[in-house]
């Protein structure tokens, strides 16, 4: 049983191009997390989403950012017109249905780093 | 204002010794707590989960504290191993939000010399 995958692992953009993430969650897995952690910092909540629907966004900036968890295909976040503030990990969870959810899977991570 | 910290020194301990690692939070009342593990260019990896009506939670050398009016978690390895040696994470859940949304502290990094 695959574990929550993430790639690209490692992803380099210039100032002002498009980042996407993307997030496969464990097989069953109808929720996801996405978390931002910057050097130094803890890790941030962004986003929460179940298949087709935006739970909660009150952890994701206003502008440039979004996510997305399609019915079928992995979880994408996007980020637009990347800036250098935007360097860190990101980092994707998934948890099953019902109480069983509070325990939360994460990925490897993506290291976005922005020139 | 709301509030998790966790020491944010490391915490340098011999083989065999027992660390202890202290999670406080200030205007929050979760339902459950947890402990993560992270290694240098890793993702969390899921500990132990404390709820608030429990007080302790063992699994084999780990065991947690969860004391709601002290808003306090305590996080103890005993028997400490080289391998311990990663950073703890103690994340609580936004009671208000019923979403699984998860609140992280900065974490502890342990280091466990044999």
């Known amino acids: 049983n695959a574990g929550v995958m993430q790639n690209p692992r490692h992803l380099v953009r210039r100032r002002g191009q498009e980042a996407r993430l993307r997030c496969s969650p464990m097989k069953g897995h109808s929720h996801v997390y996405w978390y931002r952690q910057l050097p130094e910092e803890g890790l941030k909540f962004m986003v929460y989403l179940q298949k087709e629907n935006i739970i909660d966004e009150s952890g994701m900036p206003k502008e440039r950012f979004s996510a997305e968890f399609p019915k079928e295909g992995p979880s994408i976040l996007r980020i637009q017109q990347v800036v250098r503030g935007d360097s860190a990990a990101y980092f994707c969870?998934?948890?099953?249905?019902?109480?069983?959810?509070?325990?939360?899977?994460f990925g490897p991570g993506t290291r976005l780093l922005v020139l | 204002s709301q509030k998790i910290e966790q020491n944010s020194e490391a915490l340098n301990i011999q083989e065999g010794k027992t660390a202890t690692l202290t999670c406080n939070y200030t205007n929050y009342s979760p339902a459950y707590l947890q402990w993560y593990r992270q290694d240098p260019g890793r993702g969390p990896v899921f500990l132990l989960l404390?709820?608030?009506?429990?007080k302790e939670k063992r699994k084999e050398r780990l065991k947690v504290t969860f004391d709601t009016t002290l808003k306090q978690s305590l996080f103890h390895i005993t028997a400490s191993q080289p391998a311990d040696s990663a950073t703890y994470l103690c994340?609580?859940?936004?009671?208000?939000?019923?979403?699984?949304?998860?609140?992280f502290g900065q974490g502890t990094t342990l280091q466990v010399k044999p």
């Open positions: 404390i709820r608030e009506n429990e």
């Open positions: 994340a609580l859940e936004h009671g208000s939000s019923n979403t699984g949304k998860l609140i």
């Open positions: 969870a998934s948890s099953p249905l019902g109480t069983a959810k509070e325990t939360q899977y």
